[in-house]
């Protein structure tokens, strides 16, 4: 059957259709994927303006639907799909709202049934797509231990069985993405932030670790962030940060980053009053951020695998994309349990894993789907 899938919980339009084979071991072939960022739209505010991305989506659906028939060479059937997939939270709602009225107009034009995607389940799936477009759904170990990790959601998720969800763990507060978002605006970084922290602390850990080699001195180069004194190391002639790692010995799965992000406010008031940083110190900050916020979240799951005897360990969401989650991950996987990551492009928000997330629905629920007039935008739902 072929399945067009529909996402437009944030700042991310995005439409893909599909051909899928088989229930048992289900194969996805994508037919088509398009997709249209709002970045630029929203840099200047620092964040998502939803009145905006509300009106994006709206603008750019059309358009992303009449390519995605093209390329699926669909453009002339008048029932180019047998259904269509679409996320229906968690998200902004205004922004869930554009992408459900489209897809039930859609649904009526075609005679379709609509099939509504929780969009943190996508990202859990996201973990099966292969690169050139294939998603091939293999038999997972459980118990499964799916790390969560984006700009709305922190959270620890046992699966005894396949698609069945219990959350064990999650943030208090803020959500791991947005802490790395709101120190990056701390920093003067753009939105998202993610990936500036991330690619900052990248270069200052190879350079930390240049000097801790001797390769380099580091006065030589240069990149001692001055005027610091809380963590001062004089044997080595470098400056620590240190930030708190919040909630890490507490005997839950819960996580807390709000903690986090105002110590990074205070250090930057302590180190520089007048609130200019400069490069080197900026990037001591990434890189003590990012230790600090990574630390937590690898080990809560490393407690977490031990108590449920996890045997497949997912990680999901936009953070998954983070070089140095990903590298302290593998350290953890070990032959005991499979380490489960998306491909780069299916970290962030896609259309393709609410196809897959549709799909599997659908055959689990033996094919039945609510009326249209009963999908709504729940922005707060919950796995
Ligand atoms: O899953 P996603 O694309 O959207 C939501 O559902 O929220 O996640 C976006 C989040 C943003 O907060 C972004 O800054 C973060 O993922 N992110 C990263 C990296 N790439 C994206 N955070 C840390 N390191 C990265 N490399
Ligand atoms: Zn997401």
Not at 54 to 80: D, V, Y
Not at 256 to 284: C, E, F, H, M, N
Request: with cysteine; aromatic share 8%; hydrophobic share 40%.
């Amino acid at each position: 059957m072929k399945i067009l899938s529909i996402e437009t919980s944030c700042d991310d339009t995005a439409i893909s259709i599909f051909e899928v084979r088989g229930t048992a071991k289900p194969s996805f072939k994508v037919l088509a994927n398009n997709s249209n960022s709002q970045i630029n739209i929203h840099i200047p505010y620092g964040g998502v303006y939803p009145v905006l991305a509300k009106r994006e989506h709206a603008k750019n659906l059309p358009i992303l639907l009449e390519a995605s028939l093209k390329q699926a060479k669909l453009e002339k059937k008048s029932k180019p799909v047998d259904a269509i997939a679409v996320t229906y939270g968690p998200g902004l709602e205004m922004c869930l709202w554009e992408g459900i009225i489209f897809a039930k107009d859609l649904a009526k034009k075609w005679g379709v049934p609509i099939i509504p995607v929780n969009h943190m389940e996508g990202h859990v799936v996201s973990v099966f797509g292969k690169h050139k477009g294939k998603f091939l759904i293999p038999k997972v170990k459980t118990p499964i231990l799916s790390l969560l990790v984006s700009g709305g959601h922190t959270q620890l998720v046992l699966s005894k069985k396949f698609m069945q969800y219990e959350i064990v763990g999650e943030t208090l507060d803020d959500a791991v993405g947005e802490a790395f978002d709101k120190v990056a605006r701390m920093l003067d970084l753009p939105y998202p932030g993610g990936p500036q922290i991330s690619k900052m602390a990248e270069i200052e850990r190879a350079a930390k670790k240049q000097i801790i080699f001797g390769s380099l001195s580091p006065r030589a180069r240069g990149a001692l962030p001055l005027g610091s004194s809380a963590c001062e190391t004089p044997k080595n002639d470098c400056f620590s940060f240190a930030l708190p790692r919040p909630m890490l010995h507490s005997k839950d799965f819960n996580f807390s980053y709000a903690g986090l992000k105002t110590a990074v406010l205070y250090l930057i008031r302590k180190i520089a009053p007048d609130g200019k940083l400069d490069y080197k110190t900026k990037s001591a900050i990434a890189l003590e951020f990012e230790n600090a916020a990574i630390e937590c979240l690898v080990y809560k799951t490393k407690k977490a695998i031990e108590k449920y005897g996890a045997k497949t360990l997912m990680v999901a969401g936009g953070v998954a994309a983070n070089r140095h989650l990903r590298n302290e991950m593998s350290a953890l996987g070990g032959k005991k349990i499979k380490l489960l990551f998306p491909t780069l492009e299916l970290s962030g928000d896609n259309s393709l894993m609410i196809g897959i997330a549709g799909y599997l629905n659908y055959i689990k629920n033996k094919r039945k789907v609510p009326k249209p007039a009963l999908i709504k935008a729940t922005g707060n739902l919950r796995l």
